[in-house]
């Protein structure tokens, strides 16, 4: 993924990838990560838990337009089945622009 989004950047377009493997992250340095200790293959969540992947989808956006440094890794808090996402605030419209 982080070749690609590498490829996409050259092109002026700003990208965030989301990882559940931390050590190939390390090692390929894509722009923009967030990371998740999730099992392989539920990169945004549990099937069909709305709320957690939008969750993470919305943490996600807010690292790319947070994220400054290249090849930023950012440790999403979230765990995996022992979060309840009824109480989870989006971040501020503010910070999304």
């Known amino acids: 993924m982080g070749l690609i989004q590498r490829k996409i950047e050259q092109s002026g377009i ?3 990838g ?17 990371f998740l200790h999730w099992p ?4 945004l969540g549990e ?12 943490e996600a956006l807010r690292a790319l337009y947070q994220i400054r440094e ?6 999403l808090p979230f ?3 022992r979060e309840r996402y009824d109480d989870y605030q ?8």
Not at 18 to 34: A, N
């Open 18 to 34: 989301i990882s559940i493997v931390r050590e190939y992250t390390e090692k390929v340095q894509p722009p923009r990560t967030v």
């Open 79 to 81: 765990r995996w089945r």
């Open 40 to 43: 392989f293959g539920h990169p």
């Open 70 to 75: 290249p090849g930023t890794i950012v440790d």
């Open 90 to 97: 989006p971040p501020p419209e503010e910070e999304l622009q």
């Open 47 to 58: 099937p069909g838990n709305r709320q957690q992947q939008r969750a993470v989808v919305l």
């Open 14 to 16: 700003a990208t965030v």
